[in-house]
């Protein structure tokens, strides 16, 4: 079951949601782009492994819901990649989509234990699209795995 909460991170009231499963419950912003889950309390993480320094540096702790909450990293196999890049100060989304590797290119990109064989697909980071802190949904359309059904929302006013 799924309902719509307030986000801890940015506020919004349209566009966070909490679904419930059998023993867990999962959240997700499409306005800042955090998702949490029952599983990330102070007593079950300490980091989250494999993870960015600026994913780490950037989590933050909802004293209501007693849970910590990431900025998403969302890999889409074949549709790409959408992932926080900056500093703690200055960061926003990217989308960097999969392309082919050109042939004259192909060598650098070996697969590893099969000598010989090449990898025919990249991310490419070098030309990612580049969303504000407050414009995850319009990074999720970009990549096609969300539609225009969800209101797009507006950060909250600075003071």
Same mark, same amino acid.
């Not at 499963?21 to 999962?26: A, G, I, L, N, T």
């Not at 989308?95 to 090449?118: M, N, Q, R, T």
């Not at 414009?135 to 990549?143: G, T």
């Given at each position: 079951? %799924?309902?719509i909460v307030d986000c801890p991170i940015c506020y919004d009231q349209d566009s966070c949601f909490e679904d419930f499963q059998e023993k867990f419950k999962s959240y997700m +912003?499409?306005?800042?782009?955090?998702?949490?889950?029952?599983?990330?309390?102070?007593?079950?993480?300490?980091? @989250?492994?494999?993870?960015?320094?600026?994913?780490?540096?950037?989590?933050?702790?909802?004293? %209501?819901?007693?849970?910590? !909450?990431?900025?998403?990293?969302?890999?889409?196999?074949?549709?790409?990649? $959408?992932?926080? %890049?900056?500093? $703690?100060?200055? !960061?926003? !989304?990217?989308? *960097?989509?999969?392309?082919?590797?050109?042939?004259?290119?192909?060598?650098?990109?070996? @697969?590893?234990? &099969? %000598?010989? &064989?090449?990898?025919?697909? &990249?991310?490419?980071?070098?030309?990612?699209?580049? #969303?504000?802190?407050?414009? #995850?949904?319009? *990074? +999720?359309?970009?990549?096609?795995?969300?539609?225009?059904?969800?209101?797009?929302?507006?950060?909250?006013?600075?003071?």
């Amino acid at each position: 079951m %799924e309902r719509i909460v307030d986000c801890p991170i940015c506020y919004d009231q349209d566009s966070c949601f909490e679904d419930f499963q059998e023993k867990f419950k999962s959240y997700m +912003c499409f306005n800042c782009g955090f998702m949490s889950s029952s599983n990330y309390t102070k007593d079950s993480v300490n980091k @989250i492994e494999n993870t960015s320094k600026l994913v780490e540096d950037l989590k933050y702790f909802d004293e %209501e819901r007693k849970l910590y !909450w990431y900025p998403s990293v969302v890999n889409m196999g074949k549709l790409g990649i $959408i992932y926080p %890049e900056g500093s $703690i100060e200055n !960061w926003g !989304w990217r989308f *960097a989509s999969v392309v082919s590797v050109d042939e004259h290119e192909k060598e650098s990109y070996p @697969i590893l234990d &099969k %000598e010989g &064989k090449f990898y025919t697909e &990249k991310l490419d980071v070098k030309n990612a699209m580049e #969303f504000g802190q407050y414009e #995850f949904l319009q *990074a +999720c359309q970009s990549m096609g795995i969300v539609g225009n059904n969800l209101q797009e929302t507006k950060p909250l006013a600075e003071s």
